[in-house]
């Protein structure tokens, strides 16, 4: 593990934290149909809390509807929840107003998932980099074409192409637009929701390289939302695994690969398709589908899928995040 | 050896657009037999679903059109058929699995119904009997409580039981071949192990063939006995799948193989550059221009695939001109 950090530029020892979330909680109300009297709750993010450090990775894994985008929003101030708080540079996110809110809007971006629809098809690729600039106000009008050019620069497109509309780009460079008008505010944090999910596979390898390059030449840090096990182990320096609105397991890159502790992260590190047919492994099976988060199983979230599941002790309560090993955040009773 | 179960010779599908003609499979060479599954893989729009929906002509035309090649199923030529002969092969002896299972079944009819139907269009099977099969599939494919499940419509269930489902229809005429196109990419990662392994496990016990088109290696390296990697409507690489991952010859597959994320963290080697625009490929070698072992042949003149075989494999089809 400690060669692994070195590898990677980083001591998880000495971090700074820079984005804190504590007991995040998320409910919407669902409508349980017209005739219906009561309304139904949705517990999206449920109870989460864990920071950012700086200069390094956090990855976040888990299935569809697990509440990893509705943290992304919580996390952006695009949502607010209905008890936590999000702790950044020292002032909870959700109280600020005015100049320190724009503050924040800066420190804090998003790159999404698919470049298709998160781009204006009506503005070239200068205007959609330059845009938060003029707005921020961060250069005068005069200089921002030249930033823009060294923004393209920076994330390996052509000076040339700025006058061209996303529809003459690949999906590739439009995902390389998209860091780049993220990176136009130099902010700390970026939240990658799926960023090289719609991606292929060679242009995938292209994008996680910039990625990685662009943190360690800024320093910046990453919140990286995947569901592909492989990409988040490859450049994450610690891992979170959600279940249905909660984090299930928290730990090192290593830690959680190699030895995961809650028998959800087994299933799932078990069910990713490994790219060597030599390679001979055990696959845990999950019986079912993911429960629908209206109505979660009684007791541990889990339970109901959970080959260990002991009935007198998981359909009691949910398990707690307790840190089992150092450093090692699981919510498992039986292990 | 007995002759294989579909084999399919140099097919040309081209789609003429306004500007120009598109080449999207441009001569492909398959044999699948009996029992053997074979992985189409590459990234998107190089030609490998042009060319499993070519198998049953599906390929919407105008635009698209096959020009030239022979699809041989059980030594006939599909291509030849008449569209009433070729009713009786598809959803009957050669049937497929989509991607999208919601947008594949039909929201206002039940499942039961649904799969019913296969039977009673090709089979002329009463309704009442389809119906009980339809039963008996579900079953087979794992959905618990099939007796009251018929009733569903295909919005009640999740993906992974409409896949199921999906599986159920292709299997209900006991087909030889099932064509699945990309059947776990909209699946979250435990329902895609579950799928994969009922696809096996259906293959076992019912000596299915499998032509099964996928982007992800990983998934080729788990489900399939033979591979071939298309780019840009060719085949660049055609083997077992142990040679494939322990030796490939082809610069485009290991280039693919680099690119894929690795545990130890190191810095990945993508392949450079971009796909070549299907109506703009280059002269030569299609690789040519992202290739890093390009040379001057490369770019003069297209390799032939040619059976590199050897060090335990039967069958290695490379195109390269380094491997000439």
Redesign the interface.
């Known amino acids: 593990m400690l060669a692994a950090s070195i590898e990677k530029g980083t001591d998880y020892m000495q971090q700074e934290q820079v984005l804190e979330a504590i007991h995040l909680e998320k409910v919407y109300p669902v409508s349980a149909g017209v005739f219906s009297r009561k309304p139904l709750f949705l517990k999206a993010v449920d109870d989460v809390s864990f920071a950012l450090e700086k200069g390094t990775t956090l990855g976040l894994v888990g299935e569809s509807g697990c509440g990893k985008t509705t943290l992304a929003r919580l996390l952006l101030n695009l949502e607010r929840p209905n008890s936590g708080e999000v702790i950044f540079n020292g002032y909870n996110i959700y109280e600020l107003k005015g100049e320190q809110k724009k503050q924040f809007r800066r420190q804090v971006q998003i790159i999404f998932q698919d470049p298709y629809s998160s781009l204006n098809p009506r503005k070239n690729a200068g205007s959609i980099i330059g845009e938060p600039l003029l707005i921020h106000k961060i250069v005068p009008r005069s200089e921002v074409s030249s930033r823009v050019m060294q923004l393209m620069d920076l994330v390996g497109l052509q000076k040339d192409q700025i006058t061209r509309y996303p529809h003459e780009f690949s999906s590739g460079q439009r995902q390389r637009i998209g860091i780049a008008r993220a990176l136009s505010l130099n902010p700390q944090v970026i939240i990658a929701d799926e960023p090289v999910s719609a991606l292929d596979v060679s242009i995938q390898a292209q994008i996680i390289n910039l990625l990685q390059d662009i943190q360690n030449r800024l320093n910046l840090t990453y919140l990286f939302i995947s569901h592909d096990l492989h990409v988040v182990h490859h450049i994450s320096h610690r891992v979170m695994v959600m279940y249905l609105g909660k984090l299930v397991e928290f730990a090192s890159n290593e830690d959680l690969y190699t030895h995961p502790l809650h028998p959800y992260t087994e299933a799932l590190l078990s069910a990713a398709p490994v790219a060597d047919p030599a390679y001979n492994k055990k696959r845990i099976l999950l019986t079912g589908d993911l429960p629908t988060p209206l109505n979660p199983p009684r007791g541990c979230i889990f339970s109901s899928r959970c080959q260990l599941m002991k009935p007198d002790i998981c359909l009691e309560k949910h398990p707690p995040l307790e840190e089992k090993q150092k450093g090692h955040f699981a919510a498992c009773y039986l292990k | 050896m007995s002759s294989p179960l579909l084999e399919i010779k140099n097919l040309k599908t081209y789609f003429y657009v306004r500007e120009g003609i598109a080449k999207a499979v441009d001569g492909v060479d398959l044999t699948i037999d009996r029992g053997e599954t074979l992985a189409l893989v590459g990234?998107?729009g190089c030609g490998k679903s042009v060319t499993a929906y070519s198998i049953l002509r599906l390929v919407p035309s105008p635009p698209g059109k096959i020009v030239e090649g022979e699809i041989l199923f059980e030594g006939e030529n599909l291509l030849g058929l008449a569209e009433n002969k070729l009713r009786e092969i598809r959803g009957n002896k050669i049937s497929m699995v989509f991607q999208d299972p919601l947008t594949s079944l039909n929201p206002v009819f039940k499942i039961g119904m649904q799969i019913a139907e296969m039977l009673q269009v090709h089979r002329n099977t009463p309704k009442k009997e389809a119906l009980e099969s339809a039963v008996q599939l579900l079953k087979d494919v794992g959905i618990p409580s099939p007796e009251q499940r018929i009733h569903d419509y295909p919005h009640q269930m999740?993906g992974?039981?409409r896949q199921r489902v999906m599986i159920a229809m292709a299997l209900a005429c006991e087909p030889q071949l099932i064509i699945a196109d990309e059947p776990t990419t909209a699946l979250?990662?435990?329902?895609?192990?579950?799928i994969?392994?009922l696809l096996n496990h259906l293959k076992q016990t019912r000596n299915l063939a499998l032509l099964l088109i996928t982007?992800?290696?990983?998934?080729?390296?788990?489900t399939a006995q033979n591979v071939a990697v298309m780019y840009a409507g060719r085949i660049m690489e055609y083997t077992d799948?142990?040679t494939l991952?322990?030796r490939p010859l082809n610069p485009y597959t290991q280039?693919?193989?680099?690119?894929?994320?690795?545990?130890e963290?190191k810095?990945?080697?993508?392949?450079k550059g971009?796909?070549p625009p299907i109506l703009n490929l280059p002269v030569g070698c299609k690789f040519s221009t992202r290739c890093p072992h390009v040379f001057d042949k490369c770019t003069m003149e297209e390799p032939d695939l040619i059976n590199k075989q050897g060090a335990g494999a039967k069958r290695h089809l490379v195109r390269c001109w380094l491997h000439q």
């Open positions: 990234e998107s999740s992974g039981m979250d990662v435990t329902v895609q192990a579950q994969l392994d982007h992800d290696l990983g998934i080729v390296a788990e799948v142990a991952f322990q280039g693919l193989l680099l690119s894929l994320p690795r545990p963290g810095r990945l080697t993508p392949i971009m796909v």
